[in-house]
């Protein structure tokens, strides 16, 4: 059975082509320093919003057609699996992402959970034999059933936190038969409401001892993927352990976890943090802890997660430029971590999404790698610092000198100069380069 008739495999057509179902920038095997765009960005579809999201939002019911609407249980699951997969040919991407919960149905029994997960994942198995397309990565969802009301490692009630850990232990081991190259932790109830219910330190002790346990099974059983934390402000809880890349790094430094884990970025995380896209991958980046990107943009209107599809080639551009300065992702990839919206019901909607996506982050990779060669940002930044690069400055950063030194050369100056920051010049540089790429 075919779930996609009305689509053919996408290829790559060019900039001039009328043909809504091809890449017009996206060439898989176009070189980008050294990498084709596949290997490059990696790019990976979400089980979640793709195959199993409703188009439900708080105030109506779900708007999706799907041609496996009308199945229930373990025969819609499977459904989804033969349609997941001829998704991912006709796409033509190498790889897939997925909670345990998206492939499989939860039981009221975690042993017929467990039975529901192994069945499924048979069959995942089988498809790997001839697919191209593998898993990048897996985690469990451990937010949305009513007992993680509380959190999942967080939580008050050691009995579920156990629970975790036996949905956790399950995880890598399914991670590790798949050949997963990475292991995600999003921690979407891992924080809390109000500090007059709340022991933080026990919440946080906990979660650490959590991420270590979870690190020693993975070494048990051989499974050598990269652990990803995916930071996430506010939404659905008020205070989130997990608010940004910059407090992750606090929490794994301090629990001696640093070493262990790097962090999968979403943008509209970032977005819901108060910051960048490119401001939470270059955090990473610069402590050489980014491995893996969720791929979406979030509605500056608008307070929530709204996992749009990404086409702002201002963010996909600056994105591209802080992953290419990182010599791509590594293990990880760039995960459409997005959903087509409410009225984009369609089936067909699903491939025009992913290809406006794929092409968004091709253009900014393609403008992102002609602003390194060029040295655009590098030549100025190292001018406007370049107080460093000789005498007091110098000193400062060799680490020669005190406050009695500095106190001494700054009684000396009779005025400072500074630099002009020019944002508005770089601005319109930037716009320029995404002019250039437009017209080829």
């Not at 192994?118 to 790997?128: C, G, H, P, R």
């Not at 020693?216 to 352990?241: C, M, R, S, V, W």
């Amino acid at each position: 059975m075919s779930y996609f008739a009305n689509v053919n495999t996408i290829k790559y057509e060019g900039p001039d082509t009328k043909n809504p179902y091809a890449f017009k920038y996206y060439n898989p095997e176009e070189t980008i320093n050294g990498k084709s765009m596949e290997e490059l960005m990696r790019f990976a579809v979400s089980y979640w919003h793709t195959f199993t999201a409703g188009g439900t939002d708080p105030f109506g019911e779900a708007t999706m057609i799907r041609p496996y609407n009308q199945l229930t249980g373990m025969d819609l699951a499977k459904a989804r699996l033969e349609a997941s997969f001829e998704f991912f040919e006709k796409m033509d991407v190498p790889f897939f992402c997925f909670h345990d919960y998206d492939i499989a149905p939860e039981s009221d029994s975690l042993t017929e959970t467990f039975k529901n997960l192994d069945e499924i994942v048979a069959m995942i198995k089988d498809y790997l034999t001839t697919s191209k397309t593998k898993l990048l990565w897996n985690t469990a969802n451990m937010f949305s059933h009513p007992r993680w009301l509380s959190g999942a490692a967080t939580s008050p009630n050691a009995d579920v936190f156990a629970y975790a850990a036996a949905k956790v232990k399950k995880g890598l081991e399914v991670a590790k038969e798949l050949g997963a190259e990475n292991y995600v932790f999003w921690g979407g109830r891992e924080g809390y409401e109000t500090l007059l219910n709340t022991d933080m330190k026990l919440e946080l002790d906990n979660l650490a001892r959590f991420f270590h346990m979870a690190v020693d099974y993975a070494k048990e059983i051989g499974f050598n993927g990269q652990f990803l934390i995916e930071p996430k402000p506010k939404e659905p809880t008020k205070h989130q352990y997990d608010f940004d890349v910059a407090t992750g790094i606090g929490f794994l430094k301090t629990y001696g976890l640093d070493d262990k884990f790097k962090f999968n970025i979403e943008a509209n995380h970032a977005i819901l943090a108060g910051h960048t896209f490119e401001h939470e991958l270059h955090v990473a980046r610069i402590h050489g802890m980014l491995g893996s990107v969720d791929a979406n943009q979030g509605d500056p209107l608008l307070g929530w997660d709204t996992d749009e599809f990404p086409t702002d080639l201002y963010s996909t551009t600056l994105g591209m430029y802080e992953i290419l300065k990182n010599d791509g992702l590594g293990s990880g990839g760039l995960n459409f971590d997005a959903k087509v919206r409410r009225g984009s019901f369609d089936p067909e909607d699903l491939f025009l999404a992913h290809i406006a996506g794929m092409d968004s982050f091709a253009v900014g990779a393609k403008v992102a790698q002609k602003l390194i060669e060029d040295k655009v940002l590098d030549n100025f930044i190292a001018e406007r610092y370049s107080s460093y690069t000789e005498g007091i400055g110098l000193d400062i950063v060799e680490g020669r000198t005190d406050f009695h030194k500095l106190s001494k050369h700054a009684l000396k100056l009779d005025n400072i100069e500074n630099k002009s920051g020019r944002q508005e010049n770089l601005r319109a540089i930037l716009n320029q380069y995404l002019i250039d790429a437009y017209r080829g």
